[in-house]
């Protein structure tokens, strides 16, 4: 069974803050999506990542996809308020088409 | 830009009832796929739709789910019998389908409660 672990399930930080949110999985994807999650609200894509070492950035977000394509890192650079949400990984196998998701991990910026 | 569409996006119900979402996907889109959520807990896989039958489904998605493309535009999911368990959010998905890059856009999702 294919597993995505999430960490940390739950931040807290002040505004201007750096962070980074971790996705790990001792299983291989053919590619890495990371969605934001308001409450009560379907899941927003971000960003897809497909390439081993990929690294792609999003204004002050940047996702990197592991080497070995079983984890994924989103960081995010000088945090702001507007940045609060809930941030899901979620990977898609080379056998199928349904994704695997994580936990989410439920960030939150405080002014 | 191009969104999935989810309707209604409550619905009450009463256990033993049958429920039908609606889900509208991108027009271009080739897969399907429906998700659950249970308030708190993981997004989960039920079931993907492509060519006009079931290509793949979860152990959640047994006899009492079921799902059909009645037109060119709509997508369903049905669930006869509903049970208090069925409460979650449910989102529907779309995506072209274009390996490796396996990228499906969500709807808003449906919040079923099941007294």
């Known amino acids: 069974t294919q597993l995505l672990e999430q960490s940390p399930q739950f931040l807290s930080i002040q505004e201007g803050e750096n962070l980074t949110v971790y996705c790990n999985s001792s299983?291989?994807?053919?590619?890495l999506q990371w969605y934001r999650q308001e409450p009560g609200e379907g899941p927003v894509l971000l960003v897809t990542v497909v390439t081993g070492g990929e690294v792609k950035k999003l204004k002050r977000l940047t996702f990197q996809f592991g080497d070995a394509r079983k984890d994924s890192s989103l960081h995010i650079t000088a945090a702001q308020p507007g940045d609060t949400g809930l941030y899901l990984c979620a990977g898609a196998s080379y056998s199928n088409y349904q994704l695997i998701w994580g936990a989410g991990t439920k960030l939150i910026i405080k002014p | 830009e191009p969104e999935v569409t989810q309707t209604p996006s409550h619905q009450v119900t009463q256990m033993g009832q049958e429920v039908i979402l609606r889900c509208v996907p991108i027009?271009?889109?080739?897969?399907f796929y429906w998700y659950r959520q249970i308030l708190g807990q993981k997004v989960e896989f039920l079931v993907s739709f492509y060519n006009n039958e079931i290509s793949e489904k979860s152990e959640i998605f047994d006899d009492q789910f079921s799902v059909e493309r009645p037109d060119g535009s709509n997508f369903t999911l049905k669930i006869r019998s509903t049970k208090l368990e069925d409460s979650a959010m449910y989102f529907c998905?779309?995506?072209?389908?274009?390996?490796?890059?396996?990228?499906?856009?969500f709807g808003p999702g449906t919040r079923l409660l099941v007294l």
């Open positions: 998905a779309s995506s072209d389908g274009q390996r490796p890059q396996e990228t499906q856009y």
């Open positions: 299983s291989v994807f053919s590619s």
């Open positions: 027009s271009n889109h080739l897969y």
